[in-house]
């Protein structure tokens, strides 16, 4: 997976990470930055995921972005 992607348009996959995981606020988007091991962090807190399965998620999530 190519993080450079949604490191370079974060503020365009915000409203796209928010539909996905719609735990995550704007101030923790904030907070994230374009950080990949911060997104999967805040999300394995807000869903109570393990860490591996949030990471999974993350990757299934971003493979299904055809649009960038």
């Known amino acids: 997976m190519d993080w450079n992607r949604v490191e370079g ?3 365009q996959f915000n409203g796209l990470i928010k539909e996905q995981w719609g735990k995550l606020t704007d101030d ?3 907070q994230i930055g374009d ?4 997104l999967e962090g805040k999300i394995q807190e807000n ?3 393990e860490k ?3 990471k999974r998620d993350i990757e299934d999530w971003y493979s299904k972005q055809d649009d960038w």
């Open 28 to 30: 923790d988007l904030d």
């Open 47 to 49: 869903s109570r995921l």
């Open 52 to 54: 591996d399965r949030a």
């Open 35 to 38: 950080k990949r091991d911060q």
């Open 9 to 11: 348009n974060w503020k």
